[in-house]
């Protein structure tokens, strides 16, 4: 199989359908049966794991996993990798953030690199709408002060939901990953790097949509929590 792309879902009943819609037409007639997509529908408490099986009902390229428990973006995307059977795994958000012909870019472009990670920060990324002024601050000081001081990883967007993987990376990688939290990225592309694999960032087309509200001040506090967990598990490697 070429390509596998896992979609972490929480109370996604609204935007999910389009996103499986929009990126099955897409990569459908490109890739055939050599295209799965993995939906963990994540402890929901609305009717997406239904959307994602009536999904599934109509491409049989989607496969649907349901975990009732609780365990956050993070331990969903580790939870689709682990059951991924593609030569080329990444994640996209479920909301259709990331349009499926700027996910089928990071294919074309990863080259040699163990990875390559959608950017919203570099020369030629579209972002639509901008931002606000407070979450385009707030996203530079954690990548300057956290992922370059505290990580020492070169990248300007380490958070953008769209990321692709070599298979050969991520069976090394993902024994030894442990984070569920909002860091599970940043714990990723570091070991990605210790084994001394590149990392490759590429401009991202990245679509607010609207849907599932995020108190940010909750989420910059979780964010910090996981970022202690990483850098102390890190520190024992």
């Known amino acids: 199989m070429k390509l596998s792309i ?4 929480y109370n996604e009943e609204s935007r999910l359908p389009k996103t ?4 099955m037409e897409f990569f459908e ?29 109509m491409y049989p390229q989607i496969n649907v ?5 609780r365990i956050r973006k993070g331990g969903a995307v580790w939870m689709g ?12 958000d479920a909301d259709g ?22 950017s919203r920060w570099v020369e030629g990324a579209i972002v639509n709408p901008q931002q606000s002024w407070f979450r385009r601050v707030a996203s530079r000081i954690l990548n300057l002060v ?37 860091a599970f990225d940043i714990e990723l592309l570091c070991r990605v790097k210790r084994l001394g694999y590149g990392i490759r ?8 949509v609207s849907g599932n509200p995020i108190n940010f001040m909750l989420m910059s506090m979780q964010m910090l929590a996981s970022v202690w967990r990483v850098k102390r598990v890190l520190a024992r490697m």
């Open 97 to 118: 953030s990331t349009p499926p012909k700027m996910f089928s870019q990071l294919m074309g472009n990863i080259g040699n690199s163990g990875c390559i990670i959608g």
């Open 6 to 9: 896992v979609i972490p879902a």
């Open 65 to 69: 996993i349901v975990e009732t428990t």
């Open 81 to 92: 990798m682990r059951m991924s059977k593609g030569e080329l795994v990444g994640f996209v």
């Open 146 to 182: 956290i992922v370059h001081s505290l990580f020492g990883l070169d990248v300007r967007d380490s958070q953008c939901g769209a990321k692709l993987f070599r298979r050969e990376v991520l069976d090394k990688v993902l024994p030894e990953f442990s984070e569920s939290g909002w």
């Open 29 to 57: 007639g490109k890739l055939g049966d050599d295209l799965e997509l993995i939906v963990v529908v994540n402890n929901c408490s609305d009717d997406t794991e239904g959307v994602a099986r009536a999904a599934a009902e």
């Open 201 to 208: 960032e590429y401009p991202i087309e990245w679509h607010h």
């Open 20 to 23: 499986l819609d929009d990126y």
